[in-house]
């Protein structure tokens, strides 16, 4: 029973303080980073400051040594019969440390031990004894080769054997604080209605109170004995000057909220990001600073600092979740809200938010009184239930209020508002459920949880509203800034689409994975897994005999890059400037262009795949396999795949193309490794494997440019005035406003028909594709012409038998 108290106590404790943490974490780490960074600057600037010698590294063995002692210390202290979380946290982080070093170790002893291989394979095997004997200097070196590599070799294998135990070590403290949890969890106290569990409430308040006044006086006579009038003058003045400058800036802050000029969207998400850090920076940082300042000028002992800076947290958590409220539903400033709620539904959703996270806040503060004053158990189950009972009665009055105001209304809820009153049931029925049946630390946990889910939603909401449109609308390639940007970077407005398209969808996928991380880490055991599987990703996993790590997919993403780069620069520069200037002609100047890309692109391969640690040699096996297969059958898909790839490199035919190949006419729409997709005049897809592009004769009628030629040919009668048609002819294209002044349009007379002169009308259009359209509007014109002009076209006399009796000629008289 006592375990269980315990665990009790330690588990309210940490719901308050784990989510204050987690709320204030990233501020803390940024001031720390920069403090440290001035530190270090001018620790550096110091003059005649002497730099630190750095420690000589112990040898290997004696460092395997120390963390085979460290190592058998954490197994001794796992194999105890009682574990505080604490104690697994801090043995996690040893842990932690460990293993990385660990990895260090080996990845050094490693590089080593392939150092002295092949230094070893390069001096070759000792003679034989029938053959001469080698020199004594060499015979000496491969000695002392052969000795480091041996005792590389058995630091290695220790080194992974000591991995392997940390491994299991972790995994071992990751179940005892698993258990440990789920024990705290589902531990089961005394019931509210118990007349025994108040009278302990009760007792326990008046020994808290009588504590919590001993600590009061202790502070007094702490600062009595330590003030002196500049103390405490210096720490007025100083609140004093970061009061005037939060008031500075809070102004500077608002003068930016009204700043015009933006896009409408892009302004509401502005403005809502401006409110939420507004509200949640201002009181925890009034209260942090408060502290730091008392203590800087001795005004305030650690004991308190402490619990000092657990109350500015629980005003964080607080601050919080008012500040997601006012950001996200804008119940004063409809105009800037992101959601089409009413104002009525938004005044409510504000009031409930800031009020359950004020009851979280309380809490916090509650419990962490608890833990410095050592209360009773009874006062931290009755806290934890204060907190169910209290977020239970807001989410109940949220839906009733939010359900009676939208029937008399006679409107339906905003959107989402709905699936926001689902979600509130959930979790009114998985607090009620475990508080009426006795679980108080379980129905505590969903409470805050609850809590933590909508603010972190909220604030996820925002943020993603701003990302969103910060790169649609302000930074994209047709806005001003975009453009400007562009222009800085010199990039084209596609790319710098692109870019800005990537980067937020980077940044709001890493926000949403934190907001996960922050829901699923109530006491650290699930978020320290997941970062622990990301470092552990950092340095490398295995795949099939191959370790991946991040650091090498980054190398191996860079070296592909450059490469690709640098191969398609070399060719360019090969068609463009040198082999220009070679007596070799236009075909083999492609062809040597072409192979060498080919080349340099498998090189680039080459390197890729060295620098991930996959053997070519297995690549090799691979082919040898994928040649067996295609002996048995699939020489065809083999074939259109190796045409695809030709297609897709040297671009013969490109998507738009109009071609015509094996009877078949049209658009290419699509170019796959496989086939091509080729769209006819009849908006039919035609499928057309990738072969018959390469080993068949293709016409392409727009491969270098859209020119083409239109030719109409017409017969006119042997009396015609033939200069008179050429100038017709020649007149009618010149007139057509698709037909290309230069080349001008050619007249050819082409023969002496059976029946009149052939006469031929060239001309060059800009668009092939218009080819038809121009061809009729030729032939109107032509035939318009000619009837003005009185030219005859003639066509051939042919007698038309009507089916009927036959004719009976009258007798001549």
């Not at 679980?439 to 969903?446: E, G, V």
């Not at 640690?613 to 040898?624: V, Y």
Request: proline share 4%; net charge neutral.
């Amino acid at each position: 029973m006592r375990q269980t108290t315990t665990g009790l106590r330690r588990g309210g404790a940490r719901w308050g303080v784990g989510w204050g943490a987690a709320a204030l974490a990233g501020l803390v780490l940024t001031a720390w980073l920069g403090l440290a960074l001035v530190a270090a600057t001018a620790g550096a600037a110091q003059p005649g400051a002497k730099p630190a010698a750095a420690p000589q590294p112990p040898p290997v063995a004696a460092r395997l040594d120390a963390t085979k002692a460290s190592l058998d210390e954490i197994e001794k202290a796992l194999a105890a019969d009682a574990h505080f979380d604490d104690s697994l946290a801090e043995l996690r982080r040893r842990l932690t440390v460990m293993r990385a070093e660990l990895r260090d170790t080996i990845g050094a002893l490693e590089g080593e031990l392939n150092q002295a291989t092949a230094q070893l394979k390069q001096l070759g095997d000792p003679p034989e004894e029938d053959q001469p004997k080698e020199d004594p200097g060499v015979a000496a070196e491969r000695a002392k080769l052969t000795k480091q590599q041996s005792e590389v070799e058995a630091a290695v294998k220790q080194g992974r054997l000591l991995l392997v135990k940390a491994d299991e070590a972790s995994e071992r403290v990751t179940d005892l604080r698993r258990g440990l949890f789920t024990r705290e969890l589902f531990a089961r106290s005394a019931g509210l209605f118990n007349p025994t569990f108040w009278a302990d409430v009760s007792e326990g308040l008046r020994s808290e109170a009588g504590r919590l006044v001993q600590l009061g006086r202790a502070w007094w006579l702490y600062a009595g004995a330590a003030a002196t009038r500049g103390s405490v003058a210096g720490a007025a003045l100083t609140l004093l000057g970061f009061g005037l400058g939060a008031v500075l800036l809070f102004r500077w802050l608002h003068h930016r909220l009204i700043d015009g000029g933006l896009a409408a969207r892009f302004d509401r998400a502005y403005q809502a990001v401006m409110v939420l850090l507004a509200h949640a920076l201002t009181m925890p940082a009034a209260v942090i600073v408060t502290v730091l300042v008392l203590e800087n000028y001795g005004l305030m002992p650690a004991w308190i600092r402490s619990l000092g800076v657990g109350i500015g947290l629980a005003v964080a958590t607080a601050s919080t979740g008012r500040a997601v409220a006012r950001a996200l539903f804008a119940p004063d400033q409809p105009s800037r809200r992101l959601f089409a709620w009413s104002d009525a539904e938004a005044t409510r959703a504000t009031f409930h938010l800031t009020w359950a996270a004020r009851a979280l806040g309380l809490v916090i503060v509650l419990n962490l009184i608890h833990k410095t004053t050592t209360a009773p158990i009874a006062l931290t189950v009755a806290t934890s239930a204060m907190l169910a009972v209290t977020i239970v009665g807001l989410a109940v009055n949220f839906m009733w209020r939010t359900a009676r105001g939208a029937a008399a209304e006679d409107a339906p809820p905003g959107p989402g508002l709905r699936g926001a009153r689902v979600l509130l049931a959930l979790f009114v029925v998985a607090i009620a459920v475990p508080l009426a049946a006795g679980y108080i630390a379980l129905a505590a946990f969903m409470a805050s949880r609850l809590v933590i889910v909508l603010s972190l939603a909220g604030m996820l909401v925002v943020l993603d509203a701003f990302v969103d449109a910060l790169f649609t609308q302000v930074l994209s390639g047709g806005s001003e800034r975009g453009r400007a940007i562009s222009g800085l970077l010199g990039l084209s407005s596609r790319g710098l689409d692109l870019i800005a398209t990537l980067l937020s969808a980077i940044i709001r996928v890493s926000l949403l994975v934190l907001a996960i991380l922050a829901v699923l880490g109530p006491w650290g055991v699930f978020a320290d897994d997941v970062l622990t599987r990301l470092a552990e990703a950092a340095f490398g996993w295995q795949v099939g005999g191959v370790t991946i790590s991040i650091q090498t997919v980054l190398g191996a993403i860079a070296i592909l890059l450059i490469g690709v780069l640098g191969v398609r620069g070399a060719q360019r520069w090969l068609e463009t400037s040198f082999l220009p200037r070679t007596a070799l002609d236009p075909g083999l100047q492609h062809s040597i262009s072409t192979l060498f890309g080919y080349a340099g692109l498998i090189g680039v391969l080459a390197a890729v795949l060295g620098s991930i640690g996959i053997d070519l040699q297995k690549i090799a096996l691979i082919a040898g396999a994928l040649s067996v297969g295609i002996g048995f059958g699939l020489q065809s898909i083999v074939s259109n795949f190796v045409s695809g790839l030709i297609l897709l490199a040297e671009r013969p035919i490109r998507v738009g193309d109009w071609v015509v190949v094996k009877n078949e006419e049209g658009f290419v729409r699509k170019i796959s490794v496989r086939a091509t997709e080729i769209e006819t005049f009849d908006r039919a897809s035609v499928i057309i494997p990738n072969s018959e592009f390469i080993t068949s004769s293709v016409k392409n009628w727009t491969h270098g440019n859209t020119l083409g030629r239109v030719i109409l040919k017409v017969r006119v009668a042997y009396d015609s005035d033939v200069e008179r048609v050429r100038e017709i002819l020649a007149g009618c294209a010149r007139a057509h406003p698709l037909v290309l002044r230069a080349p001008p349009p050619g007249v050819f007379l082409l023969g002496f028909g059976d029946i009149g002169l052939d006469f031929e009308l060239r001309c060059i259009l800009s668009n092939v594709e218009n080819g038809l359209s121009v061809k009729n509007d030729l032939h109107v014109a032509v035939l318009q012409k000619f009837r003005e002009a009185g030219i005859k076209i003639p066509y051939p006399i042919h007698d038309e038998r009507v089916p009927g009796p036959p004719m009976i000629e009258e007798p001549t008289p």
